[in-house]
């Protein structure tokens, strides 16, 4: 599972003006909770880059002076208008208690139906899995080998040691469907075979 490592600064003054002048100093006020800890902090919003704006799903190592955290980023909250981030949420994780995450879905191997005309549509970018930290996967590797036109591959069809998809097991995650090129093509040759 990947780690990213965050630097914060515990606060000590709450309220609204307080939180408007972190904000101010490029700041982000943000929580962690869990194993009976809550504490209030800030981290610089230029810092939230690598965790927030990425297709990835890391694990946070929170660094709050002497204490420190292993943690999930729980809640976000965005400005509507400018879309700066307003606040940051941030479970503690145990390595001895499951724990849910979205993990990136990544396809592996080359599809026949491709092969054949059709199009790959990855329906699930991202799935909820369940599961210990040491089984946790960077990424959900999906195989499509074997994908014909026509044909999907739903989440009941991926099975991961050690993980639970949460997902419903009826969702298609990735299809193969016939392309308009293909279709236009299909049809000419059907219209010459007829001519003849």
């Known amino acids: 599972m990947k780690t990213i490592v965050l630097k914060g600064e515990l606060r000590n003054e709450l309220g609204k003006k307080a939180t408007n002048t972190l904000r101010n100093e490029g700041k982000v006020p943000c929580v962690v909770y869990g194993n009976n800890i809550n504490k209030i902090f800030s981290i ?14 890391y694990l946070v190592y ?42 990136p879905v990544s396809l592996t191997g080359n599809a026949p139906g491709v092969r054949a005309g059709g199009k790959i549509n990855l329906k699930i970018k991202k799935l909820e899995v369940k599961g210990l930290i040491k089984n946790m996967p960077d990424t959900i590797n999906v195989n499509i080998d074997k994908l014909e036109i026509g044909q999907n591959i739903r989440v009941g069809d991926i099975k991961i040691d050690g993980i639970e998809l949460l997902d419903t097991k009826a969702n298609s995650v990735v299809s193969c469907s016939v392309t308009r090129a293909s279709m236009s093509s299909d049809a000419d040759k059907s219209a010459e075979s007829k001519s003849e």
């Open 62 to 103: 929170l660094n709050l002076g002497d204490e420190k955290y292993l943690a999930k980023l729980q809640d976000i909250q965005f400005h509507p208008v400018n879309e700066a981030i307003v606040h940051a949420d941030f479970m503690i994780v145990s390595p001895d208690k499951p724990i849910t995450l979205s993990i």
């Open 44 to 57: 610089y919003e230029h810092d939230f880059k690598n965790l927030v704006y990425t297709p990835n799903t």
